[in-house]
């Protein structure tokens, strides 16, 4: 067996892969020679990501799809498997998040969010199964530390994260059978990223929450991307059913108290209704 990261010949979905750590995860499989397709519910950013994927020499393909419509993902994923055939690697990122407290949203903004994380999770999982490579392919879901650390004002992607973490072990067991392995990647805070941008508002916010992190810096999109590519890679064969932080010790410490400063952006946030 040849242990390596060269994806020349290998078929990568990257649903949610027009912006942010997932667009960085696409970017990184297409500069490794795989051939990269992309999911977003917005056709110019799908066609955006596209042109870049094919600016890195990849082959590359996109489709519209929303992961709270199960119909779409499937038509969306079939076309692909039409063109390329098995998926070697299914990388599933789409998430929504906002910050307030559970009295402080309504009953549909929090379904909004476990709709997007949860269904949308089940939705590609269950449409991607006939399209992947058995044995041999690997399913990738991206978590959240909120899954495992609860934070005031993330009821909502607590809620929806931890039950992908679980999908992930379930499907380890169910899939392992079809030789398809699954496992989950937490990011802890990557800089440049919409997710940051929500919950660190500020140059100041920022700052604090890098200084907080262990290894002393914010993540990258590559950071996260390389953790894909090992589980998508034969040198992670035997790994399935992991949950895997990728946050440079920022768990072990409790995400370096965020969730102080989410207490107070929460009630901030709550003083101006």
Same mark, same amino acid.
């Given at each position: 067996?040849?242990?390596? #990261?060269?994806?020349?010949?290998?078929?990568?979905?990257?649903?949610?892969?027009?912006?942010?750590?997932?667009?960085?995860?696409?970017?990184l499989?297409?500069?490794?020679?795989?051939?990269?397709?992309?999911?977003?519910?917005?056709?110019?950013?799908?066609?955006?990501? /596209?042109?870049?994927?094919?600016?890195?020499?990849? +082959?590359?393909?996109? %489709?519209?799809?929303?992961?709270?419509? =199960?119909? &779409?993902?499937?038509?969306?994923?079939?076309?692909?498997?039409?063109?390329?055939?098995?998926?070697?690697?299914?990388?599933?990122?789409? $998430?929504?998040?906002?910050?307030a407290? /559970?009295?402080?949203?309504? $009953?549909?903004?929090?379904?909004?969010? /476990?709709d997007?994380?949860?269904?949308?999770?089940?939705?590609? =999982?269950?449409? @991607?199964?006939?399209? *992947?490579?058995?044995p041999?392919?690997?399913?990738?879901?991206?978590?959240?530390?909120?899954? %495992?650390?609860?934070?005031?004002?993330?009821a909502?992607?607590?809620?929806?994260?931890?039950?992908?973490?679980?999908?992930?072990?379930? #499907?380890?067991?169910?899939?392992?059978?079809?030789?398809?392995?699954?496992?989950?990647?937490?990011?802890?805070?990557?800089?440049?990223?919409?997710?940051?941008?929500?919950?660190?508002?500020?140059? +100041?916010?920022?700052?604090?929450?890098?200084? @907080?992190?262990?290894?002393?810096?914010?993540?990258?999109?590559?950071?996260?991307?390389? $953790?894909?590519?090992?589980?998508?890679?034969?040198?992670?064969?035997?790994?399935?059913? &992991?949950? *895997?932080?990728?946050?440079g010790?920022?768990?072990?410490?409790?995400?370096g108290?965020?969730?102080?400063?989410?207490?107070?952006?929460?009630?901030? #946030? +709550?003083?101006?209704?």
């Open positions: 067996m040849s242990l390596t #990261l060269d994806f020349t010949g290998r078929n990568v979905v990257v649903v949610g892969g027009t912006s942010g750590i997932n667009r960085g995860i696409a970017e499989f297409a500069r490794h020679g795989a051939r990269v397709a992309v999911a977003s519910r917005k056709a110019e950013k799908v066609a955006d990501t /596209v042109a870049a994927l094919e600016g890195h020499g990849a +082959e590359a393909m996109g %489709f519209v799809a929303d992961v709270r419509d =199960m119909g &779409a993902v499937e038509a969306g994923l079939k076309t692909v498997h039409d063109a390329w055939g098995d998926f070697d690697v299914l990388v599933s990122g789409a $998430a929504g998040n906002f910050p407290s /559970v009295n402080g949203m309504s $009953a549909n903004a929090f379904r909004s969010v /476990v997007i994380d949860l269904m949308g999770t089940l939705h590609v =999982m269950k449409a @991607s199964f006939p399209f *992947l490579r058995k041999g392919a690997s399913v990738v879901n991206i978590s959240a530390p909120q899954a %495992f650390l609860p934070m005031p004002g993330q909502h992607v607590s809620a929806a994260k931890a039950g992908v973490d679980m999908i992930t072990r379930t #499907l380890a067991i169910e899939w392992g059978a079809h030789g398809v392995r699954v496992n989950s990647v937490v990011p802890g805070p990557i800089g440049g990223t919409e997710g940051m941008a929500r919950l660190a508002p500020t140059p +100041e916010a920022i700052g604090k929450v890098a200084a @907080s992190v262990p290894l002393g810096r914010l993540g990258t999109p590559d950071d996260i991307g390389h $953790a894909c590519m090992f589980l998508g890679s034969d040198l992670g064969a035997y790994v399935s059913g &992991a949950v *895997l932080p990728v946050d010790g920022w768990a072990q410490s409790g995400c108290g965020m969730g102080a400063f989410l207490g107070k952006l929460v009630q901030q #946030l +709550e003083g101006q209704r």
